[in-house]
């Protein structure tokens, strides 16, 4: 049977293709992507001309048949996604699950990520951390989320879209209080890439004050309450906080 590879592509700089991965797309018989416009140009910038399937969140299911039928016919297989490793906040579990449900021989091939990019350069703590991807897009559920995640310990890693960058960071301010360490890594591996770090106040008024503050992709870190804080005053600081999360709420 054909090997389905999963090949990291670049974040933003295509120079971090490895040539490992180059190879390796050169070599198979077909590349599954999510969008095959936006990876055809990639393709076509390393000069291959593959065959191309679309695999996205909305066909996996229907699509993995057709790739593990590939798989199982001889032919190889790599799957890509529009940026970073595939499976990480994109489509691929089921084909992964399927093919190794099968049996069938899945390799990795690392390389960027943009969580593991950001953590490596953001000067927060890295010995535990929690992906948590992305957040609810409305307000009520991303408070809602961001509560239960309030007094975890390990540093807290989200994905968030441009457009939504400023709504998250007034609901951390809210649920997790404006002096909790936060650190947004924008653009990563790109012209513009930023780091915005200290409290959170502090990161919501450098957005502010910067013209591009809100364009282009972010990683959110947050570092993590300390593991020792006494259980007395963290349950002191949850009254205070559920109190005012339930003020707007009453008649
Ligand atoms: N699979 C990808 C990876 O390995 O990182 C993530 C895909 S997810 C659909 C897209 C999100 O990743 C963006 O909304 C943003 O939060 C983050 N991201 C991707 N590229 C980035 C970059 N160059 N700089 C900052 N964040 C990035």
Redesign the pocket.
């Known amino acids: 049977a054909g090997v389905l590879y999963i090949v990291?592509t670049p974040?933003?700089n295509l120079d971090d293709l490895s040539p490992r991965a180059e190879k390796v797309l050169a070599g198979v018989d077909v590349v599954a992507a999510e969008d095959t416009r936006h990876s055809g140009r990639l393709l076509q910038h390393l000069g291959l001309h593959k065959r191309l399937i679309a695999l996205h969140d909305h066909n996996e299911r229907d699509r993995a048949g057709a790739l593990l039928a590939e798989l199982e016919s001889g032919r190889s297989v790599a799957l890509i996604?529009?940026?970073?490793?595939?499976l990480?906040?994109?489509p691929g579990y089921v084909l992964v699950r399927a093919a190794r449900d099968r049996g069938l021989t899945v390799t990795p091939i690392p390389g960027?990520?943009?969580?593991v990019t950001?953590l490596s350069a953001a000067g927060l703590p890295t010995d535990r951390f929690l992906f948590v991807g992305f957040l609810p897009a409305k307000r009520t559920g991303r408070r809602s989320a961001l509560t239960e995640l309030a007094r975890e310990s390990a540093t807290l890693v989200f994905?968030?879209?441009p457009h939504r960058i400023l709504d998250a960071v007034d609901d951390m301010a809210e649920v997790l209080g404006e002096s909790r360490e936060l650190v947004l890594?924008?653009?990563?591996?790109?012209a513009f890439e930023t780091f915005y770090a200290g409290s959170v106040r502090e990161v919501q008024s450098a957005l502010a004050a910067d013209p591009h503050g809100t364009k282009?992709?972010?990683?959110v870190m947050v570092r993590g309450v300390e593991p020792v804080a006494d259980a007395e005053q963290a349950g002191a600081l949850d009254v205070d906080r559920l109190i005012r999360l339930l003020l707007p709420e009453l008649p």
């Open positions: 990291a974040i933003g996604s529009d940026a970073g490793t595939p990480i906040s994109d960027p990520c943009a969580l950001a994905y968030e879209s890594g924008r653009e990563l591996t790109k282009g992709e972010f990683v």
